[in-house]
């Protein structure tokens, strides 16, 4: 992707520039997601902020903008034009998002939505079509999709800080479009006590939804809303297309395949591999580890012939972290059997939970990053804590486990799950 894009712009349109101290202000009462939101997205129409999808990708690979803070305000003639070009969801490719570039408007709740994507396992993505299909007919139509509107916002809501109704208006006001009421919609007996993650919240809350007036208020959000990119790639110009699972799929596939490739080759520099440090580099962005130069010292020494990462083992890679929490159950199986954790061991142990197939390369380098004490064995707490900082760049919304509460986290597992991890164990152990 080119950087340094300009917005460009046609007739009609200006920059706005917030005024400091407003930013500052609402930023009191922003969670770090609505500042990341607010500080990447480049685009206002009628007091709603956008991104573009060269916002997005900028604010999932870059660690700040490459521009000043500026919100250049569409007329609704700039906005009719940006959504007349989009491409129907049968067009779509993994490099959607730069082809369209500076030609898509995105809103915070589609922000959100998208960022549910990238940490997802391929299995789950048949999980969050039938989360969004409620009405069981194998597709899923404009209506549906915007239940997820209200369940972003609900769970926004519940989080907002004592303070200034003015400024939180204002923040709700620019984040959704539309002023609202704090009365819940949903049932939210104890969602309080424990923080969730949006797709748990995503979840829970679509199968209130059939049980809630949420549904019939769609028809409401859908009046009071612009159209946006993504509503109209999906559902059409008109918004009467219906969304099938395969497109669905690819969608959700073709996304997480073009951020790792924009990742990729912002290191390789045209090369068909990066370097084992850039590896390191990449994975250790967005975590919580404040010394990343033991674990890159660690590595230089351990693996002195550079031979690169891969793209396809890049992506494997990503692939399997999708798959986190299945593999810390199985790390949690070998930690019961007092095994030691070798690099076979993890290569198995990766195989077996997710289906993915890491290269010994891959698997050895991963070993000779995170191997600080150089036994040839992973402190897999450490490296599981460090990776879910990586998955979520860096906005886990669960506090950091210590061990008591680590195991608590694994033993609230169901029964079911364990059975069918424990069975998928036994049939791909069966196949090597």
């Known amino acids: 992707m080119a950087a340094g894009v300009g917005l460009g712009g046609g007739g009609g349109s200006r920059r706005v520039t917030e005024n400091r101290s407003d930013l500052e202000d609402l930023h009191l009462y922003a969670t770090p997601r609505e500042q990341r939101f607010r500080r990447f997205a480049s685009l206002e129409f009628e007091g709603q902020l956008y991104m573009t999808p060269y916002d997005f990708i900028q ?144 979840r829970r809350s679509t199968s209130q939804a059939l049980f809630s007036d949420l549904a019939e208020r769609a028809d409401d959000i859908s009046s009071s809303l612009s159209d946006t990119t993504l509503l109209v790639h999906f559902f059409g110009k008109k918004g009467k297309a219906e969304l099938n699972f395969e497109d669905f799929y690819r969608f959700m596939d073709n996304l997480q395949t073009e951020v790792l490739e924009i990742e990729f080759l912002s290191y390789s520099n045209g090369m068909s591999t990066i370097s084992e440090e850039d590896f390191a580099h990449i994975l250790l962005r967005y975590t919580n580890v404040e010394n990343t130069s033991s674990y890159l010292e660690n590595m230089r020494c351990r693996i002195p012939e550079e031979k690169g990462i891969t793209f396809d083992e890049f992506r494997s890679f990503f692939q399997f972290l999708n798959n986190l929490e299945d593999f810390t159950i199985a790390m949690q199986m070998y930690n019961f059997a007092s095994r030691s954790i070798g690099q076979d061991e993890f290569k198995r142990a990766v195989y077996v939970a997710t289906g993915v197939k890491l290269s010994p390369h891959l698997v050895n380098t991963v070993f000779k990053i995170f191997d600080v004490d150089r036994d040839d064995q992973l402190s897999y707490k450490e490296f599981i804590g460090i990776m879910k900082d990586r998955l979520n760049r860096g906005f886990r919304e669960t506090p950091k486990y210590g061990w008591k509460e680590y195991y608590s986290c694994v033993m609230t597992v169901t029964s079911e799950h364990l059975r069918d991890l424990w069975k998928q164990f036994r049939r791909r152990d069966m196949l090597r």
């Not at 570039?101 to 995105?106: A, H, R, S, T, Y």
């Not at 519940?158 to 006001?173: N, T, V």
């Not at 939210?188 to 923080?195: A, C, R």
């Open 59 to 202: 604010a999932v690979t870059n660690d700040e903008p490459k521009r000043a803070k500026q919100w250049r305000s569409l007329s609704k003639q700039e906005l009719n034009q940006i959504l007349m070009e989009t491409p129907p969801v049968w067009k779509g490719s993994s490099k959607l998002f730069r082809n369209l570039n500076e030609k898509g408007v995105i809103s915070y709740t589609e922000y959100l939505f998208l960022l549910c994507i990238l940490t997802k396992p391929h299995a789950g993505f048949r999980i969050a079509f039938n989360m969004f299909d409620t009405d069981g007919n194998e597709m899923v139509d404009k209506k549906e999709f915007l239940v997820l509107q209200e369940i972003f916002r609900k769970k926004n809501e519940k989080r907002e800080r004592k303070g200034d109704e003015e400024k939180r208006a204002m923040l709700r006001l620019q984040l959704y479009g539309y002023h609202t009421s704090t009365n819940s919609v949903l049932k939210t007996e104890g969602e309080d006590l424990v923080p969730r993650s949006y797709w748990d919240t995503l």
